[in-house]
């Protein structure tokens, strides 16, 4: 069973530009999480979303924003990048929301954002 | 007061010994715990879910949770120098997943 996947994997910006991450779930997974993590603040919850609805937001800016799709696949954007958005962002997927009992998430390989 | 807190480490310890990994959480109503390993330069991978009271083990890896004291822990049995990574305690609050800064484990030859 094929694991979650994340496109980019390296992605190199300068500063005002803005950016797509892509995100494919496991198969049957329905909810997508995303989150950056970085040195300094460890991993920080961005959103998540399930059936196509975002379920639950953390604590970062607007700029900051996501998406999913019928197929459960997830893109989460950064428009106007800073310098302090330079980090490593992951999505995890489970079946069902976080919140559920005893549900279990699990991480793609990441994109490493470079903000320069 | 952090809602997940870890010992940053790091934590070292020669090959062979049990390496104890711990990490203690401030809302009450949490029901899941997890333990993920993260290798430098990787992504988080599961390794133990916990969900009751007591201790549940796999292998060489065996974890401990005692709700009333808002406390769980991960125990490495004759650890390796593979098991040198740094350790994420996960814990679900019933409204999203909370982590904690990780402890960072070398095990040495």
């Known amino acids: 069973k094929a694991g979650v996947t994340q496109t980019p994997r390296y992605l190199i910006k300068t500063r005002g530009q803005q950016v797509t991450l892509s995100c494919s779930p496991i198969?049957?997974?329905?909810?997508v999480s995303w989150y950056q993590q970085t040195p300094g603040q460890g991993l920080q919850f961005l959103f998540e979303y399930f059936s196509e609805t975002q379920r639950n937001k953390g604590n970062f800016p607007g700029r900051f924003s996501g998406r999913q799709f019928s197929n459960s696949r997830s893109e989460m954007n950064v428009s106007t990048l800073e310098l302090g958005d330079s980090a490593l962002y992951l999505c995890a997927s489970s079946r069902q929301p976080v919140r559920t009992a005893q549900e279990t998430q699990y991480f793609g390989p990441g994109t490493r954002l470079l903000v320069l | 007061q952090k809602e997940v807190e870890q010992n940053s480490g790091p934590l070292s310890v020669p090959e062979g010994a049990i390496a104890s990994l711990n990490c203690t959480y401030s809302?009450?109503?949490?029901?899941?715990f997890f333990w993920y390993r993260q290798y430098s330069g990787k992504s988080p991978e599961l390794i133990m879910s916990i969900y009751s009271n007591g201790d549940k083990e796999d292998g060489r890896f065996t974890a401990q949770l005692n709700k009333a004291s808002q406390y769980v822990s991960l125990l490495i049995r004759d650890s390796q120098p593979s098991d040198s990574a740094t350790y994420l305690c996960?814990?679900?609050?019933?409204?999203?997943?909370?982590f904690g800064a990780g402890t960072r484990l070398t095990v040495k030859p």
């Open positions: 809302d009450r109503v949490s029901q899941s």
């Open positions: 996960a814990v679900n609050n019933n409204n999203d997943m909370r």
């Open positions: 198969s049957g997974h329905r909810s």
